[in-house]
């Protein structure tokens, strides 16, 4: 089954307590992005990665990292997370930035305390 | 830059009848849109898209409707059902090579 994966699904931590939310898709697809969802603000992209070791900022990069060392993996890192950061997230891919609709994960409900 | 924006944030509508959600964008050369649906708890879902030398594209009783003169473009769902209950968003292709542009959304309640 052609799929987006997010893990944690949700994760409560504190503040400055490194965490990685890891991402992963089946599809082979060159494109993948990250997107915070917050009330009232929408869906705001973090960074994307048009292919292997290609990544850019997004609107809303800061206080975040990613890397992509292989093509279906793309993990969101947050070195020293605040309170700020307690979102929904999502990971997206896609064949490519403009190619036909993106695939979203499930998301993941991070609360910082 | 780019924004995209819905007109409501919430619509309701009796099961059987036809839904419409609007949206409006502001980068002239924007060329591509896309409608997502997204239900509670879970990530946006594609439902259609549509570029910008098409007026009107459909898919199963779904049909996007695109005006490049008012830079507006709505979607319409016929026979509404209990299942269509979501946040719907649009979504805008500012430059042809930068990612999309979502707007906040709208949700659409389906009365029975």
């Known amino acids: 089954e052609a799929q987006v994966t997010q893990n944690p699904r949700y994760l409560i931590t504190v503040t400055g307590k490194k965490l990685t939310v890891t991402c992963s898709q089946n599809m082979n697809h060159e494109y993948m992005s990250w997107y915070r969802q917050d009330p009232g603000l929408g869906l705001r992209q973090i960074y994307y990665s048009m292919n292997v070791e290609v990544t850019d900022k997004g609107d809303v990069p800061e206080g975040y990292k990613v890397s992509r060392k292989e093509k279906r993996n793309f993990p969101l890192i947050l070195e020293s997370p605040s309170p700020n950061q307690t979102s929904l997230y999502f990971c997206a891919s896609s064949l490519s930035a403009r190619d036909i609709g993106q695939y979203f994960g499930p998301g993941t409900r991070l609360t910082v305390t | 830059g780019e924004s995209v924006g819905l007109h409501l944030p919430t619509l309701s509508v009796q099961e059987g009848d036809n839904s419409i959600i609007n949206c409006a964008y502001s980068?002239?050369?924007?060329?591509?849109f896309i409608w997502y649906k997204q239900e509670s708890g879970k990530g946006p879902q594609f439902i259609i898209d549509?570029?910008?030398?098409?007026d009107k594209r459909q898919g199963q009783r779904v049909t996007v409707l695109l005006n490049k003169t008012v830079k507006h473009l709505s979607l319409q769902i016929a026979a509404t059902q209990p299942g269509d209950s979501a946040v719907y968003f649009c979504a805008g292709d500012p430059s042809g090579n930068t990612p999309l542009v979502f707007g906040k959304g709208t949700r659409l309640s389906v009365i029975a």
């Open positions: 980068n002239s050369a924007s060329d591509y």
């Open positions: 549509i570029r910008s030398n098409m």
